[in-house]
C-alpha cells in the first residue's frame, strides 16, 4: 500500500544536481565553524592567563606593558623609574619616544630620570658645582685684594664694619676657616680695655648678620669673594687731658665758657667787699684715640685693617665666612 501510494511521485527536474551541489557547501560550512570556535577557544586559552599577569604586576610599575604607549608619551624613553634602563613595550634596542617640544635626555620632572639639578655655572657666585671635598683647601697666593671697611657709628654708638677677600688665583679653592680679628689700641686707646669675640646670638652687636647663616667650606671661584662683618661697641669714652689753672669743666670733660667779670665790673686785681673774682679755666680736650681692627685670613695673608676713630676701649664682636655679593 505505501508502495502505491508513492509511485506517482517525481522529483523535479534538476534535484539531484541541486542536491550534489548542496551538500559539500553545507559540509564546507560546518567545517568553517568547527574551525571558527576552535579558534576562539585558543584565543580565549591564551588571552586570560596574559591579562590576570599584566594585572598582577601592573601595580606598583607605572610603565606596564598595556601601559607602555602611555609612559612613551610622557616625553621619557620608555624606561621605568624604578628599572632605569628597560625600553618600553613593542619598542626594539636603542629606541626613543619624544613628546613634541622637548629634547631627547632633557630633565624631567621630580621623581624622573635626569631630574636632579646640574648646579649653578655663574662665573663671580662662591658657591660651585663641585662640593667642597673635591676642591683644595684655599693658599695663600690664592687669595689677595683684601679691604677692611667701617661706617659711621649708629645711634647707639656702635661701628660696624666688613672684610672682604678675593680669589685672585685662576682655579677654585675652599675657605675652609674664617682667619683671625685682632685689635689694636692706638694713642690714647686703653688695651687691656679692648678685646675680640666671636659674634653670637642675643649679643651687643645686635646689627650683625645671624651666626645660621656663616658658612662652613665655602667653594670660592676665580674672582669671587668672600666676607667676614664686624662690630665695635664702646664701653667707655676716651679721657681728658687738663691744662694750668683750676678746672671747672662739665661733665663730661669740656671746658666752661670765657670767665665772667665781677658783678660790679671791676678788674680781677681789686676785690672790693661783695666783688666776684674771676674763675681761671683749664684747657681741658679728649685725648685723641682709635682702635685699629686687622683681619688675617686662614692661611696667613691676606690682612686688611679698619680703623675705629674716637674710641679708646670696647669690645669688637667679628663672624665667620659669608658668601660675598
Known sequence: MLHSAVDDIEPRTGTLDQLRRAVPARRARKRQAAVGMAAAALFIGTAIPA???????????????????????????????????DTGAGKGTGST????????????GKGRPGGGSTGSTGGANPSSTLS??????????????????AVAPDSAGVVYGTFRVVNVSTGACTVAGAGTVTPTAVGAADRT?????????????????DPTQEVTGLVLQPGSAYEEKFAFVPSASCPTTGGGGTTTGSATGGASPDPTPSATGGSADSAGSGGTTTQLMSGDSTAGGS???????????PAASATVPGECAGTVYYTGVLAGS
Not at 607602555?68 to 621619557?76: D, E, F, P, Y
Not at 680695655?193 to 648678620?209: E, F, M
Open 51 to 85: 591579562l590576570v599577569h599584566v594585572s598582577q604586576s601592573g601595580g606598583t610599575d607605572p610603565n606596564t606593558a598595556m601601559a607602555g604607549q602611555s609612559s612613551q608619551a610622557q616625553g621619557g624613553t620608555g624606561q621605568s623609574p624604578d628599572k632605569g634602563g
Open 132 to 149: 667642597a671635598g673635591e676642591v683644595p683647601r684655599c693658599k695663600s697666593a690664592q687669595l689677595g685684594s683684601a679691604t677692611g671697611t
Open 193 to 209: 680695655r679692648i678685646s675680640a669675640v666671636r659674634h653670637a646670638a642675643g649679643d651687643a652687636a645686635t646689627g650683625l648678620p
Open 291 to 301: 682702635v685699629q681692627i686687622t683681619h688675617t685670613a686662614e692661611g696667613g695673608s
Open 97 to 108: 619616544s619624544v613628546k613634541p617640544g622637548r629634547q631627547p635626555g632633557k630633565p624631567g
